[in-house]
């Protein structure tokens, strides 16, 4: 998807910059709800990921419905998900031009990376919570995506890896693993046949709701 955008004039100047009437900052706090408060738009922090995406999401909604104020987004959620993890979460925003992002959101959510992609939504089958491990697909105009993901080392402390599988890999997998309590033995063995020498997605200490393609 070809993005041909001029962003240079929708940059949100940074959080304490004396703002205009008819301006308001977005700010994520964590004791307050979502909604406009004062000159401040609150997105509510969460540590979940999906959560934070239905906030901001929300937020897009109201700017839509609002377009005689302009928004100022703050780039403060840095302190339990970087950046990158939560830019993409503005790239309905774009288009929004009463939106105003933060300089590295823009460059993040305009590089070749991902302007010239688009987000497909998966679905995850997890097969083990002792080692976490298991299958998503997710559809893309039609085609059937396979992926497959293992936690290491364990529930505890995991670190994600998502990769892309063949449609015939993901019908081994499930031959072989059904849910139950599998230990590490077995996950090093998924890890090996399924995860080491493909295609990585994402890595992380948090399983992405989309992916960009």
Known sequence: MEQKINFTNRI??????????????????????NGLNGQQYIIHENDDEKI??????????????????????????????????????FYVAIPVENVYLPQNYWEILTETDYSTKHPVKLKYILLSNQVRFGYATASDNGKVLYFAFHGFPDRNDDYFTLVEITEQEQERLCGKYKYGVWGHEVGDLFRNEFIENHRVFSEGYHLPELLWI
């Not at 949100?12 to 709800?33: M, S, W, Y």
Request: a negative charge; hydrophobic letters at 40%.
């Open 52 to 89: 934070l995406e239905e906030n901001v999401a929300d937020f897009i909604k109201f700017a839509k419905c609002h377009p005689e104020i302009k928004f100022l987004v703050v780039d403060g959620y840095w302190h339990l998900f970087p950046s990158r993890d939560v830019a993409p979460f």
């Open 12 to 33: 949100a100047p940074r959080k304490g910059t004396n703002i205009k009437e008819g301006e308001c900052h977005v700010v994520f706090q964590n004791d307050l709800p």
